[in-house]
T-cell receptor
């Protein structure tokens, strides 16, 4: 069964901490995405990557960075966590080109105190 | 992008067909209709997509009207595990289009025992 695996389902961090959210996919997909989901706001795209070492800003990149050193792994980094980054974070992947069929991970719920 | 309109909530009896409507009156010729669902506390899951012909897979059927201004997702025999938020999304398959795959508010489907 193909999968997108997010390393942590629940995290609690303190304001100012550096936070790493890891995402690994086993489908050899070129494109990977990080979204955050908040009540009433739907899913919002933070960053995406269409190839190793390539990244593009999404709609809300401020306060985040990403890393894609290997094809299967896409990391989201919060350099200095703030309380307004408390959210559900969702990683997704899809093959290059073709249909917009995204495979999502189960999500990582981050609470910043 | 074409905007979609879905009812905020629907109920369905277990074992009966669930018919979820979506209006997309401004859809353009190269835009597909995608359906995803999100079970509580999980990531979204792709269900089905289509351009103008009706489509069926192991999960659901998608009926698109001849003028393509609306569509219906049909779950033929709903089970309790189908309780979820269902998202109707309209998007072209142009390169990079997944960047703007917009998940709106969707329809909360509750399957009742």
């Amino acid at each position: 069964d193909v999968k997108v695996t997010q390393s942590s389902r629940y995290l609690v961090k303190r304001t100012g901490e550096k936070v790493f959210l890891e995402c690994v996919q086993d489908m050899d997909h070129e494109n990977m995405f990080w979204y955050r989901q908040d009540p009433g706001l739907g899913l919002r795209l933070i960053y995406f990557s269409y190839d190793v070492k390539m990244k593009e800003k999404g709609d809300i990149p401020e306060g985040y960075s990403v890393s894609r050193e290997k094809k299967e792994r896409f990391s989201l980094i919060l350099e200095s966590a703030s309380t307004n980054q408390t959210s559900m974070y969702l990683c997704a992947s899809r093959p290059a080109g073709g249909a917009n069929v995204l495979t999502f991970g189960a999500g990582s719920r981050l609470t910043v105190l | 992008d074409a905007k979609t309109t879905q009812p905020p909530s629907m109920d369905c009896a277990e074992g009966r067909a669930a018919n979820l409507p979506c209006n997309h009156s401004t859809i353009s010729g190269n835009e597909y209709v995608y359906w995803y669902r999100q079970i509580h506390s999980q990531g979204p899951q792709y269900i089905i997509h289509g351009l103008k012909n009706n489509e069926t897979n192991e999960m659901a059927s998608l009926i698109i009207t001849e003028d393509r201004k609306s569509s219906t997702l049909i779950l033929p025999h709903a089970t309790l595990r189908d309780t979820a938020v269902y998202y109707c999304i309209v998007r072209s398959q142009a390169s990079g289009s997944a960047r703007q795959l917009t998940f709106g508010s969707g329809t909360q489907l509750t399957v009742l025992p």
